[in-house]
């Protein structure tokens, strides 16, 4: 299993409310000289998590980090006339948290951040890394009435029960890291079969 250390959010770099799916984002990749798409995850406007490379697979989403990251993208990131904005929808927003919290559980020393921390460039077009402080963070609560809670500080969204928001999310990452045809790929958009095998 790879040693994963972060956790890099991108954008499509697509204008605002224009659909994409990540076998669109494939056959750019392709037509680019990858092997196939470089995310790992993408995330439409819907809130649809599609797969990409299997968690296994290094990415080629971020140039220096690849080899010890995980790549998410969401569909957007520009507006009609092409310039960055940050146009996640709430479905978006709400999914990229569920996703980002589960990968956290799963690899809990990863750090998440944005693809302009590690380039010259606007994506994702929004601060992730700020965004994102506060996922994964776990205090022990202790007596002291001073005592103010990660929750309270970061205003995280109720993540007790964060896998159940959205449909097979725990199962979809299980079958990805290994690489597995997903069981139920009509619940979640899955790649076509070629970019899984």
Sequence with gaps: MRRIDK?????????EGRHHTASEIDAWHRDQGFRCIGYHYVVLLDG??????AEAEVGAHCTGENSHSIGVCYIG??????KPKDT???AQKKSLVS???ALKEKYPDASIHGHREFAAKACPSFDAAVEYAGIGLYVE??????FV????QFELPETENILEEIPNLKEMLSEHEAGETPSNPSAWGCLPLLLLL
């Design 141 to 146: 609560v202790t007596e002291n009435d001073n």
């Design 149 to 152: 809670s990660v929750d309270e």
């Design 88 to 90: 996640r929808t709430e």
């Design 7 to 15: 956790i890099i959010v991108h954008c499509s770099a697509t204008p």
């Design 77 to 82: 990131g520009c507006d009609k006339s092409m």
């Design 99 to 101: 996703l980002l919290t």
């Design 48 to 53: 649809k998590i599609e797969a990409g490379r």
